[in-house]
């Protein structure tokens, strides 16, 4: 599966941005689609992910309230819509998938083994 991100770019604190996601290959009902961030000098952190297989959405404490992660099945395409977003919400931003999940490894990096190349999402005070 081979992942192309999209979207992303400059915005002032409590603008809104939306990046996507598509597959090269119609997910499976077990498919997980997650978004992760980098910033400079830190590590990979999970942002949010959603589970085919019910259509399940999960979201880091940081962002829940404030990013949404939704599906459009026809596209093969996952959406992050990001809302009240904030200057430490600035990273590169990358889409991962797999073939399934377990729940408890869901914001686990190495649970992922298809990664998109990242998108740069800016936020200015």
């Known amino acids: 599966v081979q992942l192309q991100a999209s979207g992303g770019g400059s915005v002032q604190a409590g603008g809104s941005l939306k990046v996507s996601c598509v597959a090269s290959?119609?997910?499976?009902?077990?498919?997980?689609m997650a978004w992760f961030r980098q910033a400079p000098g830190k590590e990979r952190e999970f942002v949010a992910a959603?589970?085919?297989?019910?259509?399940?959405?999960n979201y880091a404490e940081s962002v829940k309230g404030r990013f949404t992660i939704s599906r459009e099945n026809a596209k093969n395409t996952v959406y992050l819509q990001m809302d009240s977003l904030r200057p430490e919400d600035t990273a590169v931003y990358y889409c991962?998938?797999?073939?399934?999940?377990?729940?408890?490894?869901?914001?686990?990096?190495?649970?992922?083994?298809?990664w998109g190349q990242g998108t740069q999402v800016t936020v200015s005070s």
């Open positions: 959603f589970r085919f297989m019910g259509n399940y959405a």
């Open positions: 991962a998938s797999s073939s399934s999940v377990i729940l408890s490894n869901l914001a686990s990096p190495s649970a992922y083994g298809y």
């Open positions: 290959a119609r997910p499976s009902s077990r498919f997980v």
